[in-house]
């Protein structure tokens, strides 16, 4: 007799996932995507996508978004700086110039306010996308260039231009700058620098 049948069918939470850190987009992937949103005519997801990968911010703090945030007046601003939801400290991010006129045609296309939230959801400017959402679209976006979606989701866009920036300059501090981090070791249990750093050097040395 089974004293204990709850224990025998319960299942863990991770069962059947892959579970750790999503992976970060590398350059070409990025203008894979880009292009074919932009042949898609898709001006939304390309404003929101080159946006994701500039800012660097969570998902929660993208969708969150208003026009006044990026903007000054109906002009795109060149930097932005926002208040991270999680750790409830500023940090601030670029705007390219590409991801500024992404982000124009899509206010031009919906003449959205300054206190519009960027990316509407269903019920109009006074709401936002959800993060779910958001989530579905960049599957969407990895998938459409043949990538698993399972490696990938949200955090892979926070992820990505910080880990290029890493690969360019190996700049720790500059990294924790622009992801918001309090903490150094933070930035590098996040980038995983710390393995993948000391497998390049395994690689070039011979025993």
């Keep these: 007799m089974n004293l204990f049948p709850s224990a025998m069918t319960r299942h863990t939470w991770n069962r059947g996932k892959v579970v750790g850190q999503k992976a970060p987009l ?5 203008w894979a995507i880009r292009v074919r ?20 911010l969570r998902g929660c703090d993208l969708v969150g978004l208003y026009v006044r945030d990026v903007s000054h007046g109906m002009l795109i601003a060149p930097r932005a700086i926002v208040t991270q939801r999680k750790t409830k400290h500023p940090v601030q991010f670029e705007i ?14 919906r003449q959205l306010t300054p206190d519009d939230h960027l990316c509407p959801g269903r019920r ?31 955090h892979s866009m926070r992820r990505t231009k910080a880990s290029l920036v890493y690969q ?11 992801l918001g ?20 050097l395994a690689e070039q ?3």
């Design 37 to 56: 949103l932009q042949l898609g005519g898709a001006i939304r997801e390309l404003a929101l996508f080159d946006l994701a990968i500039d800012s660097k």
């Design 205 to 207: 040395t011979e025993a």
């Design 124 to 154: 109009g400017a006074s709401s936002h996308l959800s993060t779910r959402q958001y989530a579905r679209m960049v599957k969407r976006w990895v998938s459409s260039i043949g990538l698993d979606e399972v490696s990938y989701g949200t």
């Design 181 to 200: 981090h309090t903490k150094i070791e933070s930035t590098v249990r996040y980038l995983g620098v710390e393995v993948d750093d000391a497998l390049v």
């Design 168 to 178: 360019r300059t190996k700049n720790l501090r500059a990294v924790q700058l622009l």
């Design 26 to 30: 590398k350059l070409k992937e990025i």
């Design 96 to 109: 390219t110039p590409q991801t500024r006129e992404a982000l124009s045609a899509w206010l031009g296309s």
